[in-house]
């Protein structure tokens, strides 16, 4: 750019000197077509770099400004096209109906497997779990079936062979027999008494007995009373297994707090087996839980008084025939309820109980 403004200045001061100075015509007519011609070339010279000058640079603000001579050339027309708009239609998807398979859920049993070198020293003995709780070297020691199993649950049992709870009355003539001064059925209980002592036994006995008879069988049975505060050796109440005339006895005696375990006998005498205290509170109503179990000649009782949780142990040997379940109120100056009794094979955990050699 710089350039061409300086070409131009020179060639217009030239043309300037050459106007104004007085030309001697010396030159030959050769010599002046020459200096024409050589004028001409000056002169369309700085029109070019004059022009260029005056051109504005690409793209710059006086772009639409140029002097430049508009081309005669035909301006082709751009015919704008209309694409059609195509609707495309929609696809509809079938939405299939998965069916549901109702899979049946697999029952998985849970089994609680305590590994035998796991225990806490000095914790509880877990009664029925066949593990050393404790960290003594024993297993299951201490343990009573009743301190497990309370109120008689059919999980004492394998199989429930007699179960009575004796809400009907009707339920109860059908399964036991009566004598003498007859229970009856009240309030979901078999109510005994009371009765009038008096010296003949008979009037102060009230048995009531299955009319099924069992061989071996463990025996459990709920109920309440009201042990006697006076002294008279009232307040007793017997369950037996193997029959009444002659069977093995559970003599809950409420006044006497203890327990016997006794075989009645055929002729109607008494043998004592064992013997264990077992604390009442006298003229004052609470439940007791009683367990008998037989197994050839071999049986093993427990009681436990539920109000105060205190169970004792016994055991008897004595070769007796099968006969049926006895209730037996006998000497009841206050009443005695029987809420339930329940008779059938004993369950894994009760044989593992009463199986431990420190039972």
């Known amino acids: 750019m710089k350039k061409g403004l300086r070409t131009a200045l020179v060639a217009t001061l030239l043309l300037a000197a050459h106007a104004c100075t007085p030309r001697l015509n010396f030159d030959s007519p050769r010599d002046a077509a020459v200096d024409a011609a050589s004028d001409?070339?000056?002169?369309?010279?700085?029109?070019v770099d004059?022009?260029?000058?005056?051109?504005?640079?690409?793209?710059g603000p006086d772009a639409a400004s140029t002097d430049r001579p508009a081309s005669d050339a035909p301006v082709a027309d751009i015919a704008l096209v209309d694409t059609p708009v195509v609707d495309t239609p929609a696809i509809d998807t079938p939405v299939v109906d998965t069916p549901v398979v109702d899979t049946p859920p697999i029952d998985i049993p849970v089994?609680?497997?305590?590994?035998?070198?796991?225990?806490?020293?000095?914790?509880?003995?877990?009664?029925?779990?066949?593990?050393?709780?404790?960290?003594?070297?024993?297993?299951?020691?201490?343990?009573r079936v009743l301190g497990a199993f309370a109120r008689c649950p059919t999980a004492m049992f394998a199989s429930v062979d007699l179960d009575e709870d004796f809400d009907s009355a009707t339920s109860y003539a059908a399964r036991w027999t009566g004598s003498h001064v007859a229970p009856q059925v009240s309030g979901g209980a078999l109510a005994f008494g009371p009765h009038p002592l008096?010296?003949?036994?008979?009037?102060?006995?009230?048995?009531?007995?299955?009319?099924?008879?069992?061989?071996?069988?463990?025996?459990?049975?709920?109920f309440s009373f009201t042990p006697a505060a006076s002294g008279d050796g009232t307040g007793t109440l017997e369950v037996s297994l193997r029959g009444v005339s002659e069977g093995m006895v559970v003599s809950v005696r409420g006044y006497n707090r203890d327990v016997v375990l006794q075989?009645?006998?055929?002729?109607?005498?008494?043998?004592?087996?064992?013997?264990?205290?077992?604390?009442?509170?006298?003229?004052?109503?609470?439940?007791v839980d009683v367990m008998l179990l037989a197994a050839g000649d071999r049986f093993r009782a427990e009681v436990r008084n539920v109000t105060t949780g205190a169970t004792?142990?016994?055991?008897?040997?004595?070769?007796?025939?099968?006969?049926?379940?006895?209730?037996?109120?006998?000497?009841l100056r206050n009443a005695a309820r029987v809420d339930r009794v329940r008779v059938?094979?004993?369950s894994a955990e009760v044989t593992r109980v009463l199986a431990n050699p420190d039972y």
């Not at 001409?40 to 029109?47: G, H, Q, R, Y």
Request: hydrophobic content about 40%.
């Open 263 to 287: 075989t009645k006998r055929a002729d109607g005498t008494w043998a004592v087996h064992a013997t264990a205290p077992l604390a009442f509170e006298r003229d004052v109503a609470q439940t």
């Open 198 to 222: 008096t010296a003949n036994w008979w009037e102060n006995y009230s048995p009531t007995s299955s009319n099924r008879s069992f061989g071996d069988a463990l025996l459990c049975a709920t």
């Open 312 to 331: 004792v142990s016994l055991r008897a040997q004595y070769a007796l025939p099968a006969g049926p379940v006895g209730l037996l109120g006998w000497m």
């Open 40 to 47: 001409a070339t000056a002169v369309d010279a700085a029109t």
């Open 344 to 346: 059938g094979p004993p």
């Open 50 to 59: 004059a022009a260029d000058v005056a051109t504005p640079e690409v793209g």
């Open 111 to 143: 089994i609680d497997v305590v590994p035998a070198d796991v225990c806490t020293p000095r914790a509880a003995e877990v009664c029925g779990n066949a593990v050393d709780d404790d960290c003594d070297g024993r297993v299951d020691e201490g343990c």
